[in-house]
């Protein structure tokens, strides 16, 4: 079946630095990438959508500055987290969608920032 | 709008007992549903998934979940809890679509199995 393969599961940074969270479709074309974060003991909630090859579509609230999102091909999205606080601790998970496969999650990545 | 209501955080049942978590949703149109479990620090799993067709699902794991039109809902159950069900349960709900649509998660139900 369908994988997204997400990295790191795990990371701790320190405060005002940059993590990078890849997802990639391992065995088919995600055409559409949807980013979601889940704070502690909460639900999922959209961040934004990207699209292969355009800018990202950021949900209310989310500083498109702060959290970057590339898509540059129909394997890989990437997520930036810039200048992290701890406020951006959090548990992140992409799903990506392709016309054959459907909706594919990846496994997440725990990011703690110190 | 799409929204999803999950009824009780938290359930607690008995090793062997019927599992019950309750789902309504909210649609404009016939949407897709889904059911996923996710363990403590972990991602989420795909238990079952409605589109079209029968609406009486089958998931992994004994799990299924019956999409009634009438009452809104798409509860999930399962006939006899084993204690490696204890984990957090979403449901979700989407539109069909041709590009992909954003999930609408409820809020979560925690299941507990007690021996």
């Known amino acids: 079946g369908a994988v997204v393969s997400q990295h790191p599961s795990r990371v701790i940074c320190k405060s005002g630095t940059s993590v990078k969270i890849e997802c990639r479709s391992l065995?088919?074309?995600?055409?559409?990438m949807f980013w979601y974060r889940q704070f502690p003991k909460q639900s999922l909630m959209l961040m934004a959508t990207s699209n292969e090859g355009s800018k990202a579509t950021y949900e209310q609230g989310v500083e498109k500055d702060k959290f970057l999102i590339n898509h540059a091909s129909l394997t890989l999205s990437t997520l930036t987290v810039t200048s992290a606080h701890p406020e951006d601790s959090s548990f992140y998970i992409c799903?990506?969608?392709?016309?054959?496969?459907?909706?594919?999650f990846g496994s997440g990545t725990r990011l703690t920032v110190v | 709008a799409q929204s999803v209501t999950q009824l009780g955080s938290h359930v607690s049942v008995s090793e062997g007992a019927l599992v019950l978590l309750r789902c309504n949703y909210s649609s404009s149109v016939p949407p897709y549903l889904f059911w996923y479990v996710q363990y403590p620090n972990q991602g989420l799993q795909l238990l079952l998934k409605y589109t079209t067709g029968a609406t009486l699902v089958k998931g992994i794991n004994g799990f299924e979940a019956e999409f009634k039109k009438s009452e809104t809902s798409f509860h999930l159950t399962k006939p006899s809890a084993h204690m490696s069900d204890a984990a957090e349960y979403f449901c979700a709900v989407t539109l069909p679509s041709n590009t992909g649509n954003q999930f609408y998660f409820g809020t979560g139900t925690s299941l507990t199995v007690i021996p």
């Open positions: 799903s990506g969608w392709g016309a054959s496969s459907g909706y594919t």
């Open positions: 065995d088919f074309q995600a055409t559409t």
